[in-house]
Structure formats: structure tokens, C-alpha cells
């Protein structure tokens, strides 16, 4: 039949031939029985009763994750290997995979192993003599607003600095390059020759063979029943044929990774939650190219690929459906689902549009498959919290064949080495807290994660479902107050306060923008009543974190650089660092007593700070710790009449004097008692943060407020502590740096104490850098000749030039009324153009040069800075 939106209910008659899904869609019906030959049974495993009693590692799952860690195991020599697979190899979602292989990703972690799994694609037949089918056709994004070439023009400023071919092209360009798309209603578009596409089971099974040829057991039909510690690690997974004792777990089951954490014990979050993705499939299409690129027409919710001679429009729903909430159902190989022409009616107006020739071509298929996402649609990946050497490998979001043939590499570095080649805090399983496991809360994300793939990524973009899923206990004040909320973790957090109640102008603002954002006037105000007069802001998130015993001066001098022995009632900014001498903490700790520390860390290391701790325990309790964050609610009262206020409220001196920077006292504010004050605002400000216990802190709020009203007192949100922390170059763990830095890259230091008589952790490797000197440094830029109100805006990921050359890429950003200008922070490395290799960054390298920073290829000269600039202390009579 023909494809005819105006006639959609005739679609419901198209004969799907169910019984032909696994391989209709892919290949012709004429080679069905020749693929079963040629490949299936070129990959024989074990017979179910060969379970062997033991093995090094345990994969979980025969689809592309799993292979791939497999094959790369046993390509490092580590060979005592068992996979197993419920089913038969690649019957979860892989089968059914598009096969797009994109090398173009922003974040450098996902653009590296897109690079490898492309690189790997192309020359694994020559290992394992079995065609991937991969081949390089090229791929085209297209745009259809400006905000969308805005984007565009975002990835091709990136990937001019990585070397990667591109090329922006005009609308008529890209009716030369594809002359069966419509043209005429688009922006422009950008061109990458070195895409692909690849056969996603053809690959998989050629992973089976290589690892199979090395040693490895591939096992199917054994399902994993539950994995056991002992001692905190794995130690044992029992099957539907029995146990098979191991030293490491990987979870690489799909869709189905979720269920096998909650058999765990003790039980492994993997959050992760299955939708309906669908493509459609036509007959032969006249003239089409094998060769030709594959399509991404972002605003439709497609993409188009070349699929047996005829065309595949793959959708990503803007509202997806979430599938087997109660529970996947049992003999889910090679699953495919009911057709539903009325969700995937938006997709196919797009495809009916972008193709004209769709009207005429006949359809071979509306399929629908499981694919699983998770809540921020970045996969899973690393060592669980809850378990050592339980290593998760799941959610991928769509992007499994795209990424796993680099990551299981890295996997593999991870179990044979202890540590990967790169850093991969992005997609650790550590970033999500366990409350984002619950299913509730999954199955609305979803609705919203899967159709954010294609979704213009607007800085700051926030997820509007699944929201409320952990509130503060000022939440309701808050919004009374005109907070609009951001998430982290799923904590809900104020980012910024409207004037009025305006949910017009706040959908606007949610929208997102790449210029100067809507809510510009309202953060601009928050930011001078911090820099003036008394701002408020609830800082509640902060992990909050208790360390008491005999021995806890002496855990933490050996896990922080800093002195930690230092006076009862003082405050020390330290990190914790790995044997590298890179942050795996970031934290204010106060001390309260002799063997008693309160400590302070970002949201994000709720549960990598926690762990981290743990790990180094004493194993004679003479230590403990204990998370008291949803205990306490946290009030950053910060301004030059800060202190000022407060004091009407308490009688505890709080002047400088007495309150010193960086100090600590409890104290109490009317009513309240046993509020922990810490004379530090994580903005440069004078003022300090109160952690209030939670039945104080309505009571509290309103005094400080009432109190304040005088001097002009307001409420504040994480936008403008933005600004203030980035002006004074504060940099914050997570956003500017990470378990890959150490605090001489950073400018810290002089938070490092060699001389303290502790061995430290990393100390070694900080006595090697700093005779060596560092090879790249954080450094903070200020934006010329840049006007805020015309120009587009730097929001962090954009090139860093020096003379001429790229050298590194901003972090954070962030307006400063002060300086009236933009101010960035970002990454600069000296590499060697001609050797690639890496040199030391000095204090000249830095300050004497010439700098540009590419804002969707547009340069921006600024001025480099190692020190933070002098503000201004008032504000502009101009504004």
C-alpha cells in the first residue's frame, strides 16, 4: 500500500509478517535462510548443561554490550570469561537496532567512543573473518529553525578542534547531497563524511566470534537468578543451572539490567526504564543510493537511513510510551510489539514532508520495539555503589551500537587494569541517588528522556517530568516566593525567583535560549542584593555528611591534601583525592568537636562522596559516618548585611571579629536551636549558611526574612550563585573538574599540606607534577567585544583559542554586572601542534597570548586569568 496520512486508518491493514521480524526489516526476504546459515551457526556456544563451577568474570546479557566486553576481555589475555544469555545471543534490543554509528558528540567522553566503536566496526572482520557490515556513508543533520542551526553550528565549532571532516551547508547544498529530502523550508544543515552505518546483530555476532576464538564461554539459555557478596563484593552468581563462583560481575542485560540489580545482594540501582521506540520501513525505492547518508532531521523526531533499497524512519516520540511496568514478559526473544499508527502519526507527517516521494512508496513495516532509557538519557557505566567489582554496562538510551564497541574496551581496562583510559563521570553509576530507581518515577521520565535525544538541548534545559520526586522541606515557601526550580540528582532546587506569577513568561524561559535568557533581569537583581545588600538562598541539596570516632582526624588527614588536624570551630576547603592525585571529593569540612567533623559536599556526591569515605573506614569501627543531608535544611544567608541581620535574631556575636571567616558555631535563631553555622558562602560573599534541623526551618526562614525586610532582603537561586562563584573563578566539582584533575591543575595549591607528616593519598603523584609542572590548567577568561544583548551566549563546552590554535574547551559560564562582561572558565592544554605531544602550562604560557573563544564560529577575544578580576563594589548607576 501507499503511504497516505489523510488515510491512516487503511494502514491498520498492512500485514506486518510478525513471523519475519527479527530479519524482515533488515534484509531482503531472499536471504533469511542464507543469514541463518552463514552467521547463526557460525557462532556456536555451550550446551546448557556446561555451566563451569567458576570463572574470573560473569557477563550478564548477548546482546552488543555484553559481546563487546567479552571480545575485549579476551583481547587483553583475560580469557576466563562466561557469558550468559537467557536467550539466544543479541534477542534483547540489538536485533532490532538502526545501526547509526555518529563520531560527532559534544561531551569528549561520548565522542571517543563513538571514534572507537567506528574504528572497531570497520576492521573487525579482519580479526574475526565475520562482515560487521559496517561501511561509511556520511550523515546529515538538518535544521529547521535557526535556534536548531544555532546547535549545529555548536557541534561543528567542536568538531573542527577534534580534527573530525565536516561541512555546513546551505539548503541547496543539501539537495545536491540528498536529493530526496525537501530543502526548502530549512536553515542549513552539516554534513560529516566519516559516519556510518553498520549491521547491528552481523556485528555482534562477529564480537561472539573473536571472543569465542580466544577462549571465552558463551553460554545461552541460562538465566541469572541473583548475584551474592562477600565481604561487599561480588563473590557468587546463582543461575538457573546453579552457581558459578566469580570475582567479577558485569551487568550487560538490557532491558532487563534493572531486574538483575534487584536480585542483587545487596541490591544494585541500575535506573532504567523501557519504552516503545518504532521505525518504519518501505518497500524499494528507485535510484536510492546504499551509499547514501543517513538523515537526521532533529525537529521531525526522525531519522532516515537507506534500509534494503528502500527508506527507514526511525521516530523518538516528544511523548514516548513506557511498556512492561509490570514486569518484562517472560520469552522476550526477538520481541516485537503491536503496531500503533496513531503515536507514530507526528513521525510520519515529518517523514511525509521531509521525503515527497514517500507518498507514493509502499510499506514493508511499522516496527515496534523495547529500548530502555534512563532518567538523564545518559547509559550506565562503572563499578555499582553497592558492590565492589559489580560492574554496570546498561541503558543506553538507543545509542548501544554506537557506543559499546569503545566501551567494552573500556570495561575491559577497568577489570584488567583497575582503571580506564578515560574519565567517565558522565555516565557513573554514582550520579543518580537510590530514589531515582523507583519504577514510578522511571515511567514518567521516560515519556519525556526518549524524545530529549533529538530535543534542541538548550543551556540549562531542565526535564519537566518525573519533577517532585524529593522536595526540601522549604519547597511550598519557596515557590510562594516565585522560585522556579531546577533538579539535581532529583532534589529540587530553586535556580531562579519570577517577579510575578507568570506561567507564560515562565514556559518561555523553560524553553531555553542561546543568547541572553529570559530570566536575565531577575537573576541580574538577585546577584547585586547578594553583592549590596542580604540575599537568601536555599542550598538545602548540599550533601551533608558526619564523620565521629577516635580515629577521625587521622582518616582524614590521610584522605585530604589539606590539614585536617586544625582547631575545633574552624572550616577547611579540602578535596579527597585518588592515587593520582585527582579529586574524588570536593568539601568544606567544619570541625565540632575532637573526633567530630561536619562536612559539606556538592549535590552530585551524595553517593560517590559517601562511598568514597566508606571505602577507607578503619575496619575496627573506630570511625564512622553517616549521611545526615535530609535532616538539616541549609540557608545561604550571604551580602555585606548578612551578618547584620542575623544578629537581631540571635546573641551570639556574629562579627567578623567574633565569626571569623571560615569558622563554625552552633547557635540559635529565635525558636531554633542547634543550628550549625559555617561562615563560608561558596560565593565570595560575606555571610554564611545555616543548616538548620528541618523543624526549625519554616520558622527560621520567616525570621530571617522579616528581619531582612528592611535592607531590601530577597530571595536568590542557583543561577545567580552561578555568576557570583564564576566571576571570583570558585569552581565546583562535577561542572569545572572531576575525578580526572588534581588541585595544582586547578589552582589549589595551596590546599596541599606535603609537609604535614601524613602520607596522604595521591601524595606521590603531587610531588611528581609539581617537579614536572602541570600540562593543563583551569583558567578563567573575560569576554571582549562581546555584547550581552546581541550576541550569542558562551554556556560552556565552546572552543578555547590560543594564537590561533585550539587549546581547550570552557567549562562554566556565567554574566558579571560588575564587570559587564561575560566571564568563562575552561580548560587550556598545551599541546604540541606538530607532535601532539603534551607540555608544561606556565604562568607566561598562560598570561602571554593572544585568546579567542569560538561561539558557534563566531571568535570572541578575551583576556586570560589565573587570579580572580577586582569587582567593583557597587553597582552601576547605569545598572
Given at each position: ?435 531515582q530507581n523507583n519504577k514510578t518515577y522511571l515511567q514518567d521520565r521516560v515519556t519525556e528522556v526518549e524524545g530529549s535525544v533529538y530535543k534542541l538541548q538548550y543551556p540549562h534545559r531542565e526535564f519537566t517530568t518525573g519533577r ?139 553517593i560517590k562522596g559517601f562511598n568514597w569515605i566508606m571505602k577507607h573506614l578503619p575496619t575496627d569501627s573506630s570511625v564512622s559516618v553517616n549521611d545526615v543531608s535530609g535532616q538539616y535544611t541549609s540557608l545561604n544567608v550571604l ?196 607532535s601532539g605531544q603534551s607540555q608544561v602550562v606556565t604562568h607566561d604560557y598562560v598570561t602571554k597570548a593572544k585568546y579567542e573563544i569560538d561561539i558557534c564560529g563566531q571568535m570572541f577575544p578575551a583576556k586570560a586569568n589565573l ?13
Amino acid at each position: 500500500m501507499l503511504l497516505h496520512s489523510s488515510d491512516m486508518r487503511s494502514m491498520l491493514l498492512i500485514q506486518s509478517s510478525h513471523h519475519l521480524t527479527r530479519l524482515a526489516c533488515r534484509y531482503p526476504l531472499s536471504s533469511l535462510s542464507v543469514y541463518h546459515r552463514s552467521y547463526r551457526r557460525s557462532i556456536s556456544t555451550e550446551h546448557q548443561d556446561t555451566l563451569p563451577q567458576e570463572a574470573r568474570v560473569v557477563i550478564c546479557g548477548g546482546g552488543i554490550a555484553g559481546l563487546s566486553a567479552a571480545y575485549h576481555l579476551a583481547k587483553l589475555g583475560l580469557n576466563d570469561v562466561v557469558l550468559l544469555e537467557q536467550g539466544s545471543l543479541t534477542c534483547g534490543t540489538t536485533w532490532h537496532a538502526a545501526g547509526l554509528v555518529g563520531r560527532l558528540k559534544m561531551k569528549p567522553l561520548l565522542f571517543e567512543l563513538a571514534n572507537r566503536s567506528a574504528r572497531l566496526y570497520e576492521t573487525l572482520e579482519k580479526d574475526t573473518g565475520l562482515s560487521t557490515g559496517y561501511k561509511r556513508t556520511g550523515s546529515l543533520m538538518v535544521a529547521q529553525t535557526k535556534d536548531r542551526m544555532t546547535d549545529i553550528k555548536r557541534n561543528a565549532a567542536i568538531a573542527k578542534t577534534r580534527k573530525l571532516e565536516f561541512h555546513l551547508l546551505t539548503p541547496s547544498e543539501i539537495c545536491s547531497l540528498v536529493p530526496w529530502i525537501r530543502t526548502d523550508d530549512l536553515e542549513g544543515g552539516l554534513y560529516v563524511p566519516e559516519d556510518g552505518v553498520t549491521d547491528p546483530t552481523n556485528t555482534a555476532l562477529s564480537l561472539a566470534r573473536g571472543a569465542k576464538d580466544r577462549g571465552v564461554k558463551l553460554i545461552e539459555g541460562v538465566k541469572v537468578k541473583e548475584v551474592i557478596s562477600k565481604n561487599g563484593s561480588v563473590s557468587r552468581v546463582e543461575t538457573s543451572l546453579g552457581s558459578i563462583k566469580c570475582q567479577y560481575f558485569v551487568n550487560a542485560a538490557g532491558q532487563w539490567g534493572r531486574d538483575i540489580g534487584l536480585c542483587s545482594k545487596p541490591m544494585v540501582n541500575v535506573p532504567m526504564h523501557t519504552t516503545a521506540h518504532m521505525y518504519l520501513v518501505t518497500k524499494e525505492l528507485a535510484g536510492m543510493d546504499v551509499n547514501t547518508p543517513y538523515v537526521r532531521d532533529f525537529d521531525s523526531g526522525n531519522y532516515l537511513r537507506e534500509w534494503s533499497g528502500g527508506l527507514m524512519c526511525g521516530a523518538y516520540s516528544p511523548k514516548a510510551k513506557p511498556i512492561f511496568h509490570d514486569g518484562i514478559p517472560e520469552h522476550s526473544e526477538f520481541l516485537s510489539l503491536p503496531e500503533d499508527w496513531d503515536h507514530f502519526q507526528y513521525h510520519l507527517d515529518g517523514f511525509l514532508h521531509r521525503v515527497p516521494a514517500a507518498e507514493k512508496m509502499e510499506v514493508r513495516q511499522l516496527f515496534t520495539g523495547p529500548e530502555c532509557f534512563t532518567p538523564d538519557a545518559n547509559f550506565i557505566f562503572g563499578e555499582a555503589p553497592e558492590m565492589k567489582n559489580y560492574i554496570v554496562m546498561a541503558g543506553f538510551s538507543s545509542l548501544g551500537i554506537t557506543m559499546c564497541g569503545g566501551l567494552g574496551e573500556m570495561l575491559a581496562e577497568l577489570i584488567v587494569f583497575g582503571e580506564c583510559s578515560l574519565g567517565y563521570w558522565l555516565v557513573d553509576p554514582h550520579r543518580f541517588s537510590p530514589q531515582q530507581n523507583n519504577k514510578t518515577y522511571l515511567q514518567d521520565r521516560v515519556t519525556e528522556v526518549e524524545g530529549s535525544v533529538y530535543k534542541l538541548q538548550y543551556p540549562h534545559r531542565e526535564f519537566t517530568t518525573g519533577r517532585k520526586l524529593r522536595c526540601c522541606t522549604l519547597y511550598n515557601r519557596l515557590a510562594q516566593e516565585g522560585a522556579v526550580f531546577g533538579q539535581s540528582m532529583g532534589l529540587e532546587r530553586p535556580m531562579w525567583y519570577m517577579d510575578q506569577d507568570n506561567e507564560e513568561f515562565v514556559e518561555k524561559v523553560v524553553d531555553g535560549a542561546f543568547s541572553k535568557p529570559s530570566w536575565f533581569a531577575q537573576v541580574k537583581a538577585e546577584y547585586w542584593a547578594c553583592r549590596e545588600s542580604i540575599c537568601l538562598m536555599d542550598m538545602s541539596p548540599f550533601t551533608k555528611l558526619e564523620l565521629q570516632g577516635s580515629e577521625a582526624s587521622s582518616l582524614l588527614q590521610r584522605l585530604c591534601p589539606n590539614n585536617m588536624d586544625f582547631a575545633i570551630g574552624g572550616v577547611v576547603h579540602t578535596g579527597m583525592l585518588n592515587q593520582h592525585g585527582c579529586y574524588e571529593n570536593d568539601c568544606s569540612v567544619a570541625r565540632m568537636d575532637h573526633d567530630r567533623y561536619f562536612i559539606i559536599c556538592p549535590t552530585i556526591q551524595r553517593i560517590k562522596g559517601f562511598n568514597w569515605i566508606m571505602k577507607h573506614l578503619p575496619t575496627d569501627s573506630s570511625v564512622s559516618v553517616n549521611d545526615v543531608s535530609g535532616q538539616y535544611t541549609s540557608l545561604n544567608v550571604l551580602g555585606p548585611k548578612a551578618r547584620e541581620v542575623l544578629q537581631k535574631l540571635t546573641t551570639t556575636p556574629l562579627s567578623t571579629a567574633s565569626f571569623k571567616p571560615f569558622s563554625f558555631k552552633e547557635l540559635s535563631i529565635g525558636y531554633a536551636r542547634d543550628v550549625r553555622a559555617m561562615s563560608v558562602t561558596h560565593a565570595g560573599e560575606d555571610g554564611m549558611v545555616l543548616h538548620i534541623p528541618n523543624e526549625y526551618a519554616v520558622h527560621v526562614y520567616d525570621l530571617i526574612m522579616n528581619a531582612g525586610s528592611d535592607y531590601g532582603i530577597r530571595a536568590a537561586g542557583y543561577h545567580a550563585l552561578r555568576w557570583l562563584r564564576v566571576e571570583k573563578f570558585y569552581t565546583y566539582w562535577g561542572v569545572d573538574f572531576n575525578n580526572e584533575h588534581t588541585p595544582f591543575e586547578i589552582g589549589r595549591e595551596m590546599r596541599v599540606y606535603f609537609d604535614k607528616g601524613v602520607e596522604f593519598i595521591g601524595r606521590e603523584a603531587l610531588l611528581k607534577q609539581q617537579r614536572e609542572g602541570v600540562k593543563r590548567r583551569l583558567v578563567s577568561f573575560i569576554l571582549e567585544n562581546h555584547n550581552v544583548d546581541r550576541n550569542l551566549w558562551c554556556w560552556g563546552g565552546e572552543p578555547i583559542y590560543r594564537n590561533g590554535q585550539p587549546m581547550g574547551v570552557t567549562t562554566s559560564s556565567g554574566y558579571s554586572p560588575s564587570l559587564g562582561s561575560m566571564v568563562c572558565l575552561g580548560w587550556l592544554h598545551n599541546t604540541d601542534p606538530h607532535s601532539g605531544q603534551s607540555q608544561v602550562v606556565t604562568h607566561d604560557y598562560v598570561t602571554k597570548a593572544k585568546y579567542e573563544i569560538d561561539i558557534c564560529g563566531q571568535m570572541f577575544p578575551a583576556k586570560a586569568n589565573l587570579y580572580p578580576p577586582k569587582l567593583m563594589s557597587k553597582q552601576p548607576l547605569h545598572g
